[in-house]
């Protein structure tokens, strides 16, 4: 009966270990694809907003004015 009882409290100890990995996992796994859905937001909303619009026309190279040879490199 020693025995058994032994292998009981061990097979207990490892389905514990089990169980708290796998939650572990699972935690892990929601908050990346939270992370993702969060990011997803955000992007459609710049966009939405006119964000992401005004950030690539300052990013263009016409934004400068017209500067002559420098602009017409940059383009």
Do not use: N, P
């Not at 490892?14 to 997803?40: D, H, K, N």
């Amino acid at each position: 009966m020693d025995d058994r009882k032994r292998r009981a409290i061990v097979l207990r100890e490892i389905a514990e270990e089990s169980c708290a990995q796998a939650t572990l996992e699972y935690a892990l796994t929601v908050i990346a694809f939270m992370a993702m859905v969060s990011g997803l937001a955000l992007l459609w909303h710049a966009g939405a907003d006119g964000a992401l619009a005004r950030a690539v026309e300052e990013a263009a190279s016409h934004a400068l004015d017209g500067l002559g040879l420098l602009d017409v490199s940059l383009y």
